[in-house]
Structures are given as C-alpha cells and as structure tokens.
C-alpha cells in the first residue's frame, strides 16, 4: 500500500498570537512568579540647624 503525497505532509501548526503578545505573557509571568522585593531602607531623617531669629 503507498502512502500519498497528501498524507505523508504533517499539518503545519500556525499560532495566533503576535510575537508581542508572546513576550508580554512571559514578562507577566516572570513578574508575578518572582516573590515581592524587600523596600530599600531609607535613610534617618537629616536635621537642620534652627537658627534662633
């Protein structure tokens, strides 16, 4: 039995999503899959030298 011409072409799968919308999803996901950042310490407050008036 040969197989035909037809049937030996593998179906050709074809995304439709845009190459933005690909890069958009994985930077979504790398940012919620990452825990949250500790905030930076923040410096003492500078005090001023009060001249008297």
Not at 9 to 22: D, I, K, Y
Not at 31 to 42: I, K, L
Request: charged share 25%.
């Amino acid at each position: 039995m040969s197989v035909s011409q037809s049937e030996e072409r593998r179906p050709v799968a074809v995304a439709g999503v845009s190459m933005r919308e690909l890069l958009a999803s994985c930077a979504a996901a790398d940012a919620v899959s990452r825990p949250p950042r500790a905030p930076e310490p923040m410096a003492p407050p500078v005090e001023q030298d009060r001249k008297a008036a």
